[in-house]
């Protein structure tokens, strides 16, 4: 899919994460697309086909406690706004391809292997 927006306008995706088991599944949220704002380098930005360094926050955190974990229920969905032009410079016009990073098709959030499906964005940014 495509978007345009205007370079005077935040770049923002939403990141969905489905748990189609039939199982709860209990994850830890650090470092991934649902810790706002983004704490790592969770996707591959391109500008003109040049990869864009991750600029966002990076965080050194102790031992996680019982209450960090999130858990989502058989066939829910967790999901959160992804502000990505606060960690990626996205400030010049061009074409921008977005595409989650993942590691042989597969995403680990705390224990847990997640498979993702996910397709590239194509966002065009122009100047008003």
């Known amino acids: 899919s495509q978007s345009h927006t205007a ?7 939403r990141f969905f994460l489905i748990n189609d088991s ?4 209990t994850l830890l949220p650090w470092g991934t697309p649902l810790e706002a704002p983004l704490t ?3 996707f ?9 360094e991750y600029q966002g926050m990076m965080v050194k955190r102790g031992a996680p406690a019982e209450s960090d974990y999130i ?3 058989a066939g829910d969905t967790v999901e959160a706004e992804v502000k990505l032009s606060n960690a990626y410079a996205m400030s010049a ?10 590691s042989g098709g597969l995403y680990r959030l705390g224990s847990n292997d997640i498979r993702i499906a996910t397709s590239p964005l194509n966002i065009v ?4």
């Open 7 to 13: 370079l005077s306008v935040p770049v923002t995706v």
């Open 22 to 25: 039939d199982q709860p599944l």
């Open 40 to 42: 790592a380098d969770n």
């Open 44 to 52: 591959d930005v391109k500008h003109n086909g040049q990869p864009l």
């Open 71 to 73: 858990s989502v229920a």
């Open 93 to 102: 016009a061009g074409n921008y391809t977005v595409q989650l990073r993942q």
């Open 125 to 128: 940014r122009a100047a008003e």
